[in-house]
T-cell receptor, first 117, second 113 residues
Framework: AQKVTQAQTEISVVEKEDVTLDCVYE???????LFWYKQPPSGELVFLIR??????QNEISGRYSWNFQKSTSSFNFTITASQVVDSAVYFC??????????????FGTGTLLAVQP | DVKVTQSSRYLVKRTGEKVFLECVQD?????MFWYRQDPGLGLRLIYF???????EKGDIPEGYSVSREKKERFSLILESASTNQTSMYLC????????????FGEGSRLTVL
Protein backbone atom coordinates (compact mmCIF):
# COMPACT_ATOMS: atom_id res chain seq x y z
CA ALA A 1 0.00 0.00 0.00
CA GLN A 2 1.08 3.54 -0.65
CA LYS A 3 0.99 6.07 2.13
CA VAL A 4 2.35 9.50 3.01
CA THR A 5 2.76 10.59 6.62
CA GLN A 6 3.24 14.17 7.77
CA ALA A 7 3.48 13.83 11.51
CA GLN A 8 3.65 17.56 12.19
CA THR A 9 0.14 18.96 12.20
CA GLU A 10 1.09 22.54 13.00
CA ILE A 11 4.36 24.41 13.33
CA SER A 12 4.78 27.96 14.53
CA VAL A 13 8.03 29.88 14.07
CA VAL A 14 9.18 33.45 14.27
CA GLU A 15 10.26 35.19 11.12
CA LYS A 16 13.85 34.46 10.04
CA GLU A 17 13.94 31.10 11.78
CA ASP A 18 14.69 28.00 9.75
CA VAL A 19 12.00 25.33 9.72
CA THR A 20 11.89 21.75 8.45
CA LEU A 21 8.72 19.98 7.44
CA ASP A 22 8.89 16.21 7.66
CA CYS A 23 7.48 13.72 5.17
CA VAL A 24 7.70 9.94 5.36
CA TYR A 25 6.35 7.75 2.59
CA GLU A 26 5.57 4.08 2.07
CA UNK A 27 5.59 2.20 -1.20
CA UNK A 28 6.83 -1.11 -2.52
CA UNK A 29 7.34 0.32 -5.98
CA UNK A 30 10.87 1.00 -7.11
CA UNK A 31 9.72 3.75 -9.44
CA UNK A 32 7.83 6.60 -7.86
CA UNK A 33 7.63 10.37 -7.61
CA LEU A 34 7.53 12.60 -4.57
CA PHE A 35 6.07 16.08 -4.44
CA TRP A 36 5.59 19.11 -2.24
CA TYR A 37 2.65 21.46 -2.70
CA LYS A 38 1.89 24.73 -0.89
CA GLN A 39 -1.64 25.84 -0.03
CA PRO A 40 -1.75 29.51 0.98
CA PRO A 41 -4.82 31.00 2.69
CA SER A 42 -6.39 31.66 -0.73
CA GLY A 43 -6.87 27.91 -1.02
CA GLU A 44 -5.20 27.13 -4.35
CA LEU A 45 -2.50 24.45 -4.06
CA VAL A 46 0.71 25.36 -5.81
CA PHE A 47 3.27 22.84 -7.04
CA LEU A 48 6.72 23.31 -5.50
CA ILE A 49 8.85 20.34 -6.47
CA ARG A 50 8.91 16.82 -7.90
CA UNK A 51 11.63 14.19 -7.36
CA UNK A 52 11.80 10.76 -8.91
CA UNK A 53 12.95 7.72 -6.98
CA UNK A 54 16.19 7.42 -8.92
CA UNK A 55 17.40 10.88 -8.10
CA UNK A 56 18.47 11.30 -4.49
CA GLN A 57 20.28 14.53 -5.00
CA ASN A 58 19.17 17.23 -2.65
CA GLU A 59 17.76 20.34 -4.26
CA ILE A 60 17.91 23.98 -3.34
CA SER A 61 15.77 26.73 -4.75
CA GLY A 62 16.32 30.06 -3.09
CA ARG A 63 15.29 29.71 0.55
CA TYR A 64 13.76 26.29 -0.08
CA SER A 65 15.65 23.01 0.06
CA TRP A 66 14.62 19.38 -0.07
CA ASN A 67 16.34 16.35 1.42
CA PHE A 68 15.39 13.02 -0.17
CA GLN A 69 16.64 9.91 1.66
CA LYS A 70 15.53 6.52 0.36
CA SER A 71 17.16 4.76 3.31
CA THR A 72 14.65 6.36 5.67
CA SER A 73 11.84 6.84 3.12
CA SER A 74 11.80 10.53 3.83
CA PHE A 75 11.48 13.64 1.73
CA ASN A 76 11.88 16.61 4.06
CA PHE A 77 11.43 20.25 3.17
CA THR A 78 13.40 23.06 4.78
CA ILE A 79 12.66 26.77 4.59
CA THR A 80 15.61 28.93 5.52
CA ALA A 81 15.06 32.36 7.04
CA SER A 82 11.30 31.97 7.03
CA GLN A 83 9.04 34.86 6.10
CA VAL A 84 5.42 35.66 6.89
CA VAL A 85 4.52 34.89 3.27
CA ASP A 86 5.60 31.30 3.87
CA SER A 87 2.59 30.81 6.14
CA ALA A 88 0.52 28.10 4.49
CA VAL A 89 -0.41 24.46 4.60
CA TYR A 90 2.23 22.28 2.99
CA PHE A 91 1.41 18.90 1.52
CA CYS A 92 3.75 16.09 0.65
CA UNK A 93 2.52 13.65 -2.01
CA UNK A 94 3.49 10.40 -3.71
CA UNK A 95 2.66 8.82 -7.04
CA UNK A 96 3.62 5.37 -8.30
CA UNK A 97 3.21 3.46 -11.52
CA UNK A 98 1.36 0.65 -9.73
CA UNK A 99 -0.96 3.27 -8.30
CA UNK A 100 -2.47 3.65 -11.72
CA UNK A 101 -0.56 6.46 -13.26
CA UNK A 102 2.08 8.95 -12.44
CA UNK A 103 -0.54 11.66 -12.28
CA UNK A 104 -2.55 10.02 -9.50
CA UNK A 105 -1.20 11.54 -6.31
CA UNK A 106 -1.54 10.31 -2.75
CA PHE A 107 -1.37 13.24 -0.35
CA GLY A 108 -0.32 13.47 3.25
CA THR A 109 -2.49 15.22 5.79
CA GLY A 110 -0.55 18.45 5.52
CA THR A 111 1.43 20.65 7.90
CA LEU A 112 0.17 24.10 8.79
CA LEU A 113 3.10 26.48 9.03
CA ALA A 114 2.53 29.79 10.81
CA VAL A 115 5.33 32.32 10.58
CA GLN A 116 4.97 35.09 13.15
CA PRO A 117 6.42 38.55 12.44
CA ASP B 1 -1.31 32.23 -17.30
CA VAL B 2 -2.67 28.78 -16.51
CA LYS B 3 -6.03 28.66 -14.87
CA VAL B 4 -8.38 26.19 -13.24
CA THR B 5 -11.69 27.79 -12.40
CA GLN B 6 -14.26 26.37 -10.06
CA SER B 7 -17.71 27.81 -10.52
CA SER B 8 -18.59 28.46 -6.88
CA ARG B 9 -16.36 29.30 -3.92
CA TYR B 10 -19.11 28.76 -1.36
CA LEU B 11 -22.32 26.76 -1.55
CA VAL B 12 -24.97 25.91 1.02
CA LYS B 13 -27.34 23.09 0.17
CA ARG B 14 -29.93 21.02 1.97
CA THR B 15 -29.82 17.28 2.59
CA GLY B 16 -31.17 15.39 -0.40
CA GLU B 17 -30.52 18.15 -2.94
CA LYS B 18 -28.65 17.41 -6.14
CA VAL B 19 -25.44 19.42 -6.30
CA PHE B 20 -23.26 20.24 -9.29
CA LEU B 21 -19.70 21.48 -8.88
CA GLU B 22 -18.19 22.74 -12.10
CA CYS B 23 -14.54 22.99 -13.05
CA VAL B 24 -13.03 24.47 -16.18
CA GLN B 25 -9.38 24.56 -17.24
CA ASP B 26 -7.89 26.61 -20.04
CA UNK B 27 -4.63 24.72 -20.51
CA UNK B 28 -5.84 21.96 -22.87
CA UNK B 29 -4.91 19.39 -20.22
CA UNK B 30 -5.85 15.76 -20.72
CA UNK B 31 -6.18 14.92 -17.03
CA MET B 32 -8.65 16.30 -14.55
CA PHE B 33 -9.26 15.42 -10.92
CA TRP B 34 -11.67 16.02 -8.08
CA TYR B 35 -10.30 15.92 -4.55
CA ARG B 36 -11.97 16.41 -1.24
CA GLN B 37 -10.07 18.16 1.58
CA ASP B 38 -10.99 17.62 5.23
CA PRO B 39 -9.09 18.62 8.39
CA GLY B 40 -6.77 15.87 9.53
CA LEU B 41 -7.40 13.80 6.41
CA GLY B 42 -5.56 15.79 3.77
CA LEU B 43 -6.68 15.50 0.18
CA ARG B 44 -8.53 12.42 -0.96
CA LEU B 45 -9.19 11.58 -4.58
CA ILE B 46 -12.85 11.19 -5.53
CA TYR B 47 -12.73 10.74 -9.32
CA PHE B 48 -10.39 11.49 -12.16
CA UNK B 49 -10.50 11.55 -15.92
CA UNK B 50 -7.79 11.03 -18.52
CA UNK B 51 -9.88 11.91 -21.52
CA UNK B 52 -13.25 13.18 -22.65
CA UNK B 53 -16.11 10.88 -21.59
CA UNK B 54 -13.66 8.80 -19.61
CA UNK B 55 -13.71 8.55 -15.81
CA GLU B 56 -12.12 6.43 -13.13
CA LYS B 57 -12.94 6.07 -9.47
CA GLY B 58 -10.53 7.41 -6.93
CA ASP B 59 -10.31 6.42 -3.31
CA ILE B 60 -13.69 7.74 -2.09
CA PRO B 61 -16.19 7.71 -5.00
CA GLU B 62 -19.25 6.68 -3.00
CA GLY B 63 -22.02 9.24 -3.18
CA TYR B 64 -20.45 11.07 -6.13
CA SER B 65 -20.49 10.90 -9.89
CA VAL B 66 -18.70 12.92 -12.57
CA SER B 67 -19.17 14.08 -16.11
CA ARG B 68 -16.64 15.08 -18.73
CA GLU B 69 -18.36 15.93 -21.99
CA LYS B 70 -15.71 18.41 -23.10
CA LYS B 71 -11.97 18.36 -22.57
CA GLU B 72 -11.90 21.58 -20.60
CA ARG B 73 -14.79 20.84 -18.23
CA PHE B 74 -15.07 18.29 -15.43
CA SER B 75 -18.17 18.26 -13.26
CA LEU B 76 -18.67 16.64 -9.88
CA ILE B 77 -22.22 15.62 -9.03
CA LEU B 78 -23.69 14.81 -5.65
CA GLU B 79 -26.91 13.01 -6.53
CA SER B 80 -28.40 13.40 -3.06
CA ALA B 81 -26.30 15.55 -0.78
CA SER B 82 -25.74 14.41 2.78
CA THR B 83 -24.26 16.22 5.76
CA ASN B 84 -21.11 14.08 5.66
CA GLN B 85 -20.38 15.58 2.26
CA THR B 86 -19.80 18.99 3.84
CA SER B 87 -16.24 19.67 2.79
CA MET B 88 -13.82 21.63 0.62
CA TYR B 89 -13.74 20.30 -2.95
CA LEU B 90 -10.68 20.89 -5.08
CA CYS B 91 -10.46 20.45 -8.82
CA UNK B 92 -7.12 19.96 -10.55
CA UNK B 93 -5.78 19.35 -14.02
CA UNK B 94 -2.52 18.18 -15.53
CA UNK B 95 -0.96 17.52 -18.88
CA UNK B 96 -0.64 13.88 -19.89
CA UNK B 97 3.12 13.99 -19.63
CA UNK B 98 3.37 16.17 -16.56
CA UNK B 99 4.31 13.34 -14.16
CA UNK B 100 2.26 14.75 -11.34
CA UNK B 101 2.45 18.51 -11.66
CA UNK B 102 -1.16 19.37 -10.96
CA UNK B 103 -2.77 22.77 -11.30
CA PHE B 104 -5.50 23.41 -8.76
CA GLY B 105 -8.52 25.63 -8.58
CA GLU B 106 -9.26 27.71 -5.49
CA GLY B 107 -11.73 25.21 -4.15
CA SER B 108 -15.45 25.06 -3.49
CA ARG B 109 -16.56 24.96 0.11
CA LEU B 110 -19.81 23.04 0.32
CA THR B 111 -22.00 23.02 3.41
CA VAL B 112 -24.89 20.56 3.52
CA LEU B 113 -27.53 21.35 6.13
Amino acid sequence: AQKVTQAQTEISVVEKEDVTLDCVYETRDTTYYLFWYKQPPSGELVFLIRRNSFDEQNEISGRYSWNFQKSTSSFNFTITASQVVDSAVYFCALSTLSGGATNKLIFGTGTLLAVQP
Amino acid sequence: DVKVTQSSRYLVKRTGEKVFLECVQDMDHENMFWYRQDPGLGLRLIYFSYDVKMKEKGDIPEGYSVSREKKERFSLILESASTNQTSMYLCASSAGTSRGELFFGEGSRLTVL
